[in-house]
């Protein structure tokens, strides 16, 4: 084999060159030394649940902030990633008062009530804003996972995502891992010319219903215009992804690191293959952001407890095996976090570091067990936001979650004055 390649053939071959190492006897020392190193992107994500968690058994002792805590029973599978993740205590949507509504307004701290008139109201969710500005790199701004229930049996609220786009309105996601993975991974048949003509006609579409809209705003009301602008905004979202789908049109696919799955997973399955996909759409660039809404109802069923949801959020008043399924399923969870941990520990970035390192997730619900809605259980890990680890972190009562939100944006790079009723970020989680 020939030991020298000249100028044109090293460009023309740079793309292998950085996935591949760098070889003396191919005379590539001095070219390797002078490529400036990419840093790995930062990824950030939200993990949440309904119903909340076992409080007595779940949360280590406020008395033992810092890092020597004793790991409390609903976190003891997490024991040997003690040093990795933090629990927050103290953090509240001051808001929130639907003691059914695990998600709605975990990630947007919105006053429901805000609008008068209206009997609910949101805004923008913490995923979105970092979507806005880390999104632009990627196939997809940000994906949003769900569990496969039919109906709302986990606790979780209005809402079809854990997601929320800038004017308060509910963002669709991918119900269970099959979807998910098809989202990801499945490979256009249609032929280019063929998608750029469709593309094109639903522009054409869209300009027309854009030029009959804005031929109605004279003459109309108030009100009638305030509905007329969420339309328009809808109208210019829908603009905002026919450009990025454009843009990504001629790029295929990447390869999936896993197989496809099978259908009809629930429960636990679920959770572990949706963790899975989860490191698979970091691990491929895919998206920087993701939101995973869990199911509780399945994950019960799936671990052979025939206690209904509901009942088991409200164990306090009879306890017996509404108490035993709590903690049971707060274990179970654990351990399923466990093992995320696991895989983006031994997941590589392609400068061999950890994927670990570089994703921001918080892990989570609104709820904290029964209908009470303070001190939101609130479990942070990952490397990515500079985040303190390790510790068992006691704010002042009712700090806005929010706060913590903040925090985690602004560690990821997202540049953000403040996120929903924040006041703040919070000193005591960064590093």
Known sequence: MPMSLNRRQVLKSSTAL????????????????AAAAVAPPKRLAFLG?????????????????????????GLQ???????????????????SNEGHAGSTWWLTGANPYAQPGQSYCNTISADQVAAIQLGNATRFASLQFNHSEEGDRSGHGVGLSLAWDPSGKPIGGENGPLSAYHRLFSRESTPIERQRAMLAQRRSVLDTVLENARSLQRG?????????????????????????????????????????????????????????????????????VITYR?????????????????????YHSTRGEK???????????SELLAGLIDR?????????????????????????????????????????????????????????????WLTLLRGVGVHVER????TGEIPALKA
């Open 323 to 333: 108490l035993a399924a709590s903690q049971l399923r707060d274990r179970v969870q």
């Open 220 to 288: 109309l009301g108030r009100q009638d215009n305030e509905k007329l602008a969420e339309y328009f905004d809808g109208i210019r979202d829908i603009e905002t992804r026919l450009s990025k789908e454009e843009k990504w049109m001629d790029v295929p696919r990447p390869t999936a690191p896993l197989p496809s799955p099978p259908g009809g997973l629930q429960g636990k399955e679920e959770i572990k293959l949706m963790y899975d996909l989860l490191v698979a759409a970091f691990q491929t660039d895919s998206t920087r």
């Open 49 to 73: 649940f309904g119903w909340g968690i076992t409080e007595e058994s779940w949360y280590p002792d406020v008395k033992t902030p810092g890092a020597d805590y004793q790991t409390p029973d």
């Open 77 to 95: 599978p997490l024991e040997r990633h003690k040093a990795d993740f933090s629990i927050v205590q103290g953090l509240r949507n001051k808001y």
């Open 344 to 404: 983006l520990k031994s997941t590589k970035e392609s400068d061999g570091s950890r994927l670990f390192d570089h994703v921001a997730l918080a892990y989570g619900s609104n709820i904290r067990s029964g209908h009470d809605l303070t001190n939101c259980p609130t479990l942070i890990t990952g490397g990515g936001a500079g985040i303190r680890l390790g510790e068992n972190i006691v704010v002042e009562k009712d700090t806005p979650l929010c706060n913590a």
């Open 18 to 33: 950085i996935a591949l190492p760098f070889l003396e006897s191919f005379g590539f020392r001095r070219f390797a030394s």
């Open 419 to 422: 996120h929903g009723d924040s």
């Open 294 to 314: 869990q199911p509780v109802a399945t994950l019960l069923t799936s671990i052979d407890c025939d206690v209904f949801p509901h009942d088991m959020s409200h």
